[in-house]
């Protein structure tokens, strides 16, 4: 059976997280690049269908399936992922690929139901020696299910996650404490009224009518250091329209939060007394970091952790219409 490359490996791994936004015409690299990726992907979703019977189509559709997951395309790939289920014999690494792909590509074409149905059949089979791949799935499915405002189904989804592995006690405070999250949303944002690193107030009350995103952080944080990127892109296209960054630092030491900002080109406001953000952490039910809270015009706690093209959707339905 034919695998993917390693040349196509690589590839995906340098461009993850690049494709632009859907009608997005500001020139960047991010957007050059992603519009070329996205060409690339449906050239090969039109190869294969117009060559199903090709000796290297099943090479094209792993190449696509790999490509819809690490690039936020699921919904565009559940057909190549119904056509490698349906072959004799696939390999489980692939198989558990296409099962993903096709659960959260369900999930973003509306289709909730069914995609908890088969999640849950496949958490039912899960290994608990595979806990972190499943529950990793699991988040990003869940992840899904509260874009769609479907928290019912979110909250199915964790519940599910910390029964399975219910001998590991920090699956199930995972769990709980993004259940508990969910019980924040569309209710009024927990008060911010503290200084920021210049020495001025930080009130959040004084920003309603903006989108504010609440971004707890450390400079130790591999995963909050690779979402900065995508943070400074939507600040920089996004401030004059209304939205807004405060960043929440657990580092505790002002001077180097105050460098690495700097050189980080992090221009929004930084909170960083411990006192503080121990309490802001407690307001917020931040458990682990990153934690990004989006925070509606209307006061009202919108969203939360989402990153990537996620966090940028949703900020954009947040945001007034452009005249």
């Known amino acids: 059976m034919p695998r993917l490359s390693l040349f196509a490996l690589l590839i995906l ?23 070329e990726q996205r060409r690339t992907f449906e050239r090969i979703t039109k190869y294969v269908a117009d060559h199903p019977d ?3 189509t099943f090479a094209a559709r792993q190449w696509l399936l790999v490509a819809a997951l690490e690039n936020d395309l699921e919904a565009d790939a559940v057909a190549h992922a119904d056509a490698v289920l349906a072959e004799p014999m696939v390999m489980e690494p692939l198989k558990s690929l296409a099962q993903q792909v096709r659960v959260i590509g369900l999930a973003k074409s509306g289709k909730n139901d069914e995609a908890v149905q088969e999640f849950n059949g496949l958490l039912r089979f899960a290994r608990l020696s595979n806990g972190g791949a499943m529950i990793d799935f699991g988040r990003r499915f869940a992840t899904q299910l509260r874009m769609a405002r479907d928290f019912a189904a979110a909250r199915e989804v964790y519940s599910q ?9 920090d699956v199930r405070g995972l769990c709980d404490n993004l259940t508990a999250k ?20 930080v009130d959040l009350s004084t920003l309603g009518g903006k989108i504010v995103l ?42 180097l939060v105050s460098a690495f900002t700097q ?61």
């Open 13 to 35: 791994l340098f461009c993850h997280g690049v494709w632009a936004a859907d009608g997005d015409s500001t020139e960047s690299f991010e957007n050059v690049l992603g519009a």
């Open 54 to 56: 090709a000796a290297d």
């Open 161 to 169: 996650l910390a029964n399975r592995f219910f001998l590991n006690a």
């Open 182 to 201: 969910i019980d924040l949303v569309d209710h009024p944002a927990p008060e911010i009224n503290v200084p920021d690193t210049a020495g001025e107030t």
């Open 214 to 255: 609440i971004d707890f952080w450390a400079t130790n944080c591999a995963p909050c250091i690779e979402e900065l990127p995508n943070l400074r892109e939507l600040y920089s296209r996004y401030r004059e329209r209304g939205f807004e960054i405060i960043g929440v630092s657990l580092d505790g030491d002002e001077s």
């Open 263 to 323: 050189r980080q080109q992090m221009t929004w406001r930084q909170i960083v007394n411990e006192n503080d953000v121990a309490a802001l952490r407690e307001k917020y039910l931040v458990r682990t970091i990153p934690t990004l809270m989006i925070v509606g015009p209307d006061g009202k706690v919108a969203q939360f952790d989402v990153r990537g093209r996620d966090l940028q959707h949703t900020i954009e339905k947040l945001l007034p219409p452009t005249e």
